[in-house]
């Protein structure tokens, strides 16, 4: 079974992003929000990420995740450290992650070192339940690379899921690139059946992306060559330009067979520019064919960027 989608990217790997600046002193070229806003027939979702920088313009927090420096200039963990009361019920959760580098300062892995959730009813709340529970050195993320390329040409992944409460299921990207941006986009992707039971196998499918790219750089490109990695998404490699058409495909189960383009069934992306040339809003929609029914609408997706 094939899919022809424009952009089912965005429903397992999500799109690329970008951001700008790298020296100490500030300007309005420095991103400092990035919003993600998905509309669909059935509901809209919006996501934000803030973006904060020290004195040498390093970003050292988004949203939540603050990220702590070595002396190698690099990121040598981050921490999220969240609590609230709700529903009768004090909620706390911390988690840590370490980032490992290679002899050449590019990122190789990086593990949960700690991942600890813990609920307890509060004092005449109206809830008497609760739950503790830690995970401890677990590979989140892994990254290769071909001879002397800075960026990864594998990423072996599983992500944080459910508000950081457990580990999903592992997939795998491969790319190729053509200068400084991507080209081609090879997800591999594994998910359990929606009803469990033991002894399933895993849902299996591949999924097949290609690019076209403006000559407008992507405005998190300059945030992904300070730290080394994409801080909104550690799984995502960012293209240095921000793409303006794309193609991909999903096929059912896990294939090594390679596949070309259709051109003809691109999906389009428009690019907005404010009058210094800078982004500040992409948007596509999201479509292709489903079981046999052309140009379904699945959803329309927009990227806002907000500089200082």
């Known amino acids: 079974m094939k899919y022809t989608v424009g952009i089912l990217v965005l429903l397992c790997i999500a799109f690329n992003y970008s951001c ?21 027939a059935s509901n ?13 313009g390093r970003v050292t927090k988004v949203n939540e995740q603050q990220f702590h420096y070595g002396a190698n200039g690099r990121v040598d963990y981050s921490r999220i450290a969240l609590q609230d ?37 509060i004092k005449d709340g109206i809830n008497t339940v609760g739950a503790e529970s830690l995970i401890k050195d677990k590979l989140l993320t892994s990254y290769s690379y071909t001879s002397n390329m800075s960026v990864p040409s594998k990423i072996v992944y599983r992500k944080l899921e459910k508000f950081y409460e457990q580990i999903g299921d592992e997939q795998e990207l491969t790319f190729a690139y053509n200068g400084d941006n991507i080209q081609k986009l090879k997800n591999f992707l594994y998910f359990s059946p929606l009803f469990n039971n033991p002894g399933d196998p895993k849902l299996e499918f591949t999924l097949f992306s290609f690019f076209q790219y403006s000559t ?51 999906t389009a992306v428009k690019i907005t520019l404010d009058a210094s040339g800078k982004p500040t809003a992409v948007n596509y929609v999201v479509k292709g064919d489903f079981e046999g029914v052309k140009d379904v609408i699945f959803s329309e997706v927009l990227l806002n960027y907000v500089y200082e």
Do not use: C
């Open 20 to 40: 700008k600046k790298d020296g100490s002193e500030k300007d309005n070229s420095r991103l400092i929000e990035f919003k993600n806003t998905t509309l669909s």
């Open 44 to 56: 809209a979702a919006e996501t934000s990420y803030l973006l904060e920088y020290d004195a040498q």
């Open 85 to 121: 009361k709700t529903g009768g019920i004090e909620r706390k959760k911390i988690v840590r992650l370490s980032y490992h580098w290679d002899e050449r300062n590019r990122l190789k892995s990086v593990f949960v070192d700690s991942l600890y959730n813990k609920s307890a009813p």
């Open 216 to 266: 407008t750089i992507n405005p998190l490109y300059p945030i992904y060559k300070q730290m080394g990695f994409n801080p909104i998404n550690i799984n995502q490699v960012v293209s240095k330009n921000l793409e303006n058409a794309f193609f991909s495909a999903l096929i059912q189960g896990r294939t090594n067979q390679e596949m070309q383009p259709d051109w003809t069934k691109k």
